[in-house]
């Protein structure tokens, strides 16, 4: 089993920064690449980044590239996602998942609780 911790949400004003990690526990070699969702209410989940195991291959949604970099450290076994120049748009509870590289939620075994991101205008 894979357990998923996130932090860093918050409120944030447009234009601002955020720095959500999380970190990830028990059998993690069984995870190929981590990624990072978003959901915001009565919209479905939808991906925003993910990056595979030795960091090589970071991969973006359009509308967060040039704003947002994944990274990792798997000496800490935490994933990254820095969020500058943030929009209203941005706002809403972000998820870690872990499981093999892709866009699709169905691709990622493991998911965290999720960390509430609000941007005020």
């Known amino acids: 089993q894979v357990q998923l911790v996130e932090s860093g949400g918050g409120l944030v004003q447009a234009g601002g920064s955020l720095r959500l990690s999380c970190a990830a526990s028990?059998?993690?070699?069984?995870?190929?690449?981590m990624g990072w969702f978003r959901q915001a209410p009565e919209k479905e989940r939808e991906f925003v980044a993910s990056i595979n195991w030795n960091g090589a291959v970071p991969y973006y949604t359009d509308s967060v590239k040039g704003r947002f970099t994944i990274s990792r450290d798997n000496a800490k076994n935490t994933v990254y996602l820095q969020m500058n120049s943030l929009k209203p748009e941005d706002t809403a509870v972000y998820y870690c998942?872990?499981?093999?590289?892709?866009?699709?939620?169905?691709?990622?075994?493991?998911w965290g609780q999720g960390t509430q991101v609000i941007v005020s205008s």
């Open positions: 028990g059998r993690t070699s069984s995870m190929y690449a």
């Open positions: 998942a872990g499981g093999n590289m892709g866009t699709s939620p169905s691709l990622y075994a493991y």
